[in-house]
DNA sequence: CATATATAACTGACCGGTCAGTCAGTAGCA
DNA sequence: TGCTACTGACTGACCGGTCAGTTATATATG
């Protein structure tokens, strides 16, 4: 809150770190807009929050709405990032790569921080469609995407069965993303760990239900 | 848009229905309340949608705030009820019970009127945790309950492999909802049909991805 | 090192538009 | 004639966005 005085005895009222504040206001407007929804956050709060005067975040961001779409746009890549190193990681063995996918994504999305911008995405996503239609193109279809390859290849090398990849992808991600919703939107607080989760949800992917 | 007249020539200005009005208020407010997030939908618009003024609506509903109250309310009943019925049904067979659930719940999400509300709970859950809280309790626990119970039935009977419920559960709704939540909030369009989606889900859930 | 000058960073009071909620009056009905 | 359902103009608060003025820092000069 209070700026840490350097050597003077009285404390600036204020530091000049314009690099430093476009990723300051993200992080704040991304606290406020996923705590109260884009129209109940005030700029004043987010600025507040930012360390600085409202009239400063207009200095760099041209509007709310700029400020919203410039926060989506930083978070997504490193998300997608995130993806591809997931997918790339051991691409000879898909049944391992399977395996560490679940499991990183479901310790992944556990994480309140790590789902702030979904969750934000998808409160917006009605006001703002083209947030929510790049948002799918860039993260989710492409997590799709990726698990249904995998399957693919898993199917030609033979350790996996013949089966819609499509499905699978969704078998895989629908009950990760199911948990998480439950948790971080709905305020569930179930209690199981993430390894235990990551390990049930694998043994049905792999086993199936039937009895044999 | 406009009332009916009924036999005068001249069409009144407004017709006396009190009874019927909450719910004709309260289906407007939904429409527009999906549409456009609870903050930017007016009360006037759904005032307008609804056929009246909005002096109107406010002998009916307290403040926006109740509306939107009265609207999750009345909306989540309804869905309970189906899923109990879904459960219910034929529940000395498991799997057969199984496949219906699935078959049901791919085909009613898929429809853009069923999948609202909880569209609109996604959204407003942030700003008013409580809405979010019953909304869990009340319907999405239930659905998970009801097919981990169901599981676990299916155990005794022999015809499901012993696993975590929880985890059946959630390998049973995630998907329906990954595929959902793409469609009606991130503006997919992808055109599978819905029982073939059923089909290679059950297909999935049954035998698994193992080759054997 | 001290002082003057320039300018970038920032503040906070203010303006204008919007909208939830109110209420005095009007229309339909019995 | 009286009652109920309803209208729509109005109010008051709130908030996004602006801008004239202030403060911190950099640079120039002695």
Do not use: C, N, W
Not at 81 to 87: E, F, I, N, V
Not at 122 to 144: M, S, T
Not at 169 to 195: E, N, Q, W, Y
């Amino acid at each position: 809150m209070t700026a840490a005085p350097r050597k003077a005895p009285t404390a600036p009222k204020f530091r000049r770190r314009a690099d430093a504040r476009p990723d300051e206001i993200l992080d704040a407007a991304l606290a406020v807009f996923t705590e109260k929804g884009f129209d109940a956050a005030r700029v004043d709060d987010i600025a507040g929050r930012a360390g600085l005067s409202k009239g400063a975040v207009y200095l760099y961001f041209d509007s709310k709405e700029a400020l919203l779409r410039g926060l989506i746009e930083r978070e997504v890549s490193p998300i997608a990032m995130r993806l591809k190193a997931l997918a790339d990681a051991g691409g000879d063995d898909p049944q391992a790569t399977l395996r560490l996918i679940v499991t990183m994504a479901t310790q992944l999305i556990d994480d309140a921080r790590v789902f702030a911008t979904p969750k934000l995405v998808l409160a917006v996503a009605a006001r703002f469609p083209e947030i929510g239609e790049h948002y799918r193109k860039r993260v989710v279809d492409q997590a799709i995407d990726a698990i249904a390859g995998l399957h693919r290849r898993g199917v030609e090398a033979g350790v996996f069965r013949q089966a819609d990849s499509g499905a699978v992808a969704r078998l895989v991600m629908g009950p990760i993303l199911l948990f998480a919703m439950r948790k971080h939107i709905l305020g569930a607080k179930d209690k199981i760990s993430t390894t235990a989760r990551a390990e049930a949800h694998l043994d049905l992917l792999f086993e199936g239900l039937a009895v044999r």
